[in-house]
């Protein structure tokens, strides 16, 4: 079976420092991994992904993604938080064998502080 | 370009009643998916369909819920003799195709309140 988890429920950080968001998952066969963020009364935004390759990877407003197989992790990382970063953050995971669903965790909310 | 669209946005009925949540996905996607998220949950899973028809319903929670996307395209959710714990935002969300390398596009949902 396959699972998300975001141990924080929330993460405060000041504008202009760096941050992260963690995620691990659990995945038979090897993960496809996707974070989305959602803005109030909006639908959920997708950020970046890793497939297959770099395990450093860049996405929208300046986001990144570092995945670590060893550690089965997927954080996401801004080096430079905006105010307006401040949203409700999702990782998710679908394995690569087989058509199964894609997994989400129960986010993380991030509050950037001027 | 146009992205998900989802109707209604929000959805108020009584508890027993029948509800029809109606998605419209971004052209040209095959794929399609439905999800519920509950209050401080993340999405999950209910039924995925590859053109008309439903591929995985493996996440719909019981009879009472079907969905149908009779043309490809358009796609609706009926619940029927709707409970309190259906109470619930439903994402509809599509993708270029089904393959698990896709991300996937989403609405801005439907709130169903079920009173």
């Known amino acids: 079976a396959q699972s998300v988890a975001q141990p924080e429920d929330q993460v405060n950080v000041a504008e202009g420092n760096p941050l992260t968001v963690k995620c691990t998952y659990s995945?038979?066969?090897?993960?496809?991994l996707f974070w989305y963020v959602q803005y109030p009364n909006r639908g959920l935004q997708f950020l970046l992904k890793y497939i297959t390759g770099d395990n450093l990877v860049k996405g929208s407003y300046g986001f990144e993604a570092e995945f670590n197989k060893s550690q089965t992790s997927f954080h996401l990382k801004k080096p430079s938080a905006l105010v307006s970063d401040s949203a409700l953050y999702f990782c998710a995971v679908r394995s690569d064998s087989g058509n199964t669903p894609l997994v989400f965790g129960k986010g993380t909310r991030l509050s950037v502080i001027a | 370009g146009a992205g998900v669209s989802q109707t209604p946005s929000n959805k108020v009925t009584e508890k027993g009643k029948y509800v029809e949540l109606r998605c419209d996905p971004i052209s040209g996607h095959t794929a399609l998916y439905w999800y519920r998220q509950s209050l401080g949950q993340g999405p999950e899973f209910l039924i995925y369909?590859?053109?008309?028809?439903?591929?995985?319903d493996s996440g719909l929670p019981n009879d009472r819920f079907f969905a149908v996307r009779p043309e490809g395209s358009v796609s609706t959710l009926k619940i029927q003799r709707t409970e309190r714990g259906d109470s619930a935002v439903y994402l509809c969300?599509?993708?270029?195709?089904?393959?698990?390398?896709?991300?996937?596009?989403f609405g801005p949902g439907t709130r169903l309140t079920v009173l």
């Open positions: 369909f590859q053109g008309t028809g439903a591929a995985d």
């Open positions: 995945v038979s066969g090897n993960p496809y």
């Open positions: 969300a599509s993708s270029l195709g089904s393959q698990g390398r896709r991300e996937q596009f």
